[in-house]
């Protein structure tokens, strides 16, 4: 374990940590597009979301380049958008051809252009419609809803396989080393996290993308009359309409269904029982760690979370279980027992053999259900993602061969060298460093603290925390008070978060006065944890966390948006 793999130092795309459970909800009306226009941030405004806009100023704003060279090397600077359009050839997310722009028809790429924009504003409206419903963070537990939406539409959750994964924290970053394996092998897949970073399609993702607008706008108009219908039927009867998480659920479903993918990788919202995943049946169940989250939803204890969760595990399921607290290991174990599922223990069936620190992420070796797996490069910082990646591998080995077939040597490596987890202990910016990472619980804060004496070494580490006003802001504060030099407390662009002052009330009581630093703006925070940092020289670092909300901010801030 000794030989650390050559790689770049700077080479940190996407370098995650599952520092959390990536569940924090959005509230009604809430988008990170939403809040950024408050920001003042240069270039692209994200605050339209309640303006009227024709479609020559969404192609003016959104989709056009900025003067761009065009064809023959001249500016296209047409004031007609569409003629821009023609000229640059740059539009929104490459969606004009280049068969258009070579075509030799003037207005070719000019049509495809109006085309494109109309997507964009349709699937904009689409968010807008389905944001508009009952917030994630305010669940309605029945799987009534959803089931009945299922038969509507023919329940296409039925004609895929599913690997279905829960947990409190690491569920995110296990369910995207777990779709990147099975997609290695050469299956089409349909991946489903929450909740989103910068743009809602990261939820519904084919292949490892998003899923395309045209794709999404398509499959929406299709099922958007048996939501109403739905939305009907329960009002009719004094019910509620189905809410924003219920519709995103049928929505990734029908996306998965129409591909066709041939295995879906889906994270469970909430809990599990009732989660509206769970209208869906896994081959394969795999529950991350179970901790305190959530408990106004979930219940005070971690028995009471861990009931809750062990619904997604189905009969004759594999359930894949990381390790767990003995308590919850015993719930999980009689579920088990109780539906004649096979239940694959971390530690028993499989185990973090050894692992080691290395420039870029680290190095492992685990003990799988079929093998033993050596030297393993894993792009992701942590002990806990090293056993999120033994979780996931233990996962697809049940899923592809009945845990009884090794895992090809060059499959598994090529799939862990391009895995990613973003907003996840993930580097944004050199000089002064500035890492973001979504813990948002006391557990996932301690996994934090851990992973940066094991992978880190700043002369200065500065936080800039901003935590939503659900959360135990008190016992993550004090899990981080041993890392960090100086804490710098703000507000994120949810309506949920903190007050600044509040937090930076409790902050001092912890820290001491001397190093606490209160700044209302984001933006403002940010700049002032850089000075921070900065003040004795090189070697000094920022840490931005506290909240999911509060890593997509800074990764926007510092125009970082790739998921």
Known sequence: MSDQRPRDENDYDGDGFDGADVNEHLVEGESPRDGYATFGIQGESFGHANEEMDLDEYVAEHVIGDGSAGPGGETGDAADPTERALTTGIVGDNLVSKKAQRSGDPRAAAREAEEAAALRLRAREIEDEILARTPENNPEPSL??????????????????????????????????????????GLKTGRFTSPHLHDFRERISLDGEPVDVERLVRVWDDIEPFIAMVDHESTSNGGVRMTYFEVIVVLAYAVFADAPVDVAIVEVGLGGAWDATNVADGVVSVVTPVALDHQRLLGDTVEDIAHEKKGIIKPGAFAVVAAQVPEVDEILREQCLEVDATMLREGDAYAVTAREAAVGGQMISVKGLAGEYDDLFLPLFGAHQAHNA????????????????????????????????????????????????????????????????????????????????????????????????????????SPRSMDPRELGQLAAELYGDDRVTVVDSLPDALDRAAALADDEGVGGGVLATGSVVTAADVRMLLGVTSS
């Open 144 to 185: 009534e809803r959803v089931r009945r939406a299922m038969e509507l539409l023919g329940d296409p959750q039925t004609s895929f396989p599913m690997i279905h994964l829960t947990g409190t924290n690491g569920k995110t970053s296990t369910t995207r080393i777990v779709e990147r394996l099975v997609r290695e092998h």
């Open 390 to 493: 033994a979780t996931a591998i233990a996962a697809v080995e049940a899923f592809l061969g009945g845990g009884e077939t090794k895992i090809d040597d060059g499959v598994l490596r090529a799939a862990l060298d391009a895995v990613t987890s973003p907003g996840r202990l993930e580097v944004v910016r050199r000089s002064p460093t500035v890492l973001v990472d979504a813990a948002h619980n006391p557990a996932g804060a301690q996994a934090l603290r851990e992973a940066l004496a094991d992978s880190f070494q700043f002369n200065r580490l500065v936080g800039l925390v901003a935590v939503l006003a659900d959360k135990d802001a008190e016992e993550l504060l004090l899990a981080l008070e041993p890392t960090l030099d100086h804490v710098v407390v703000t507000r994120n662009t």
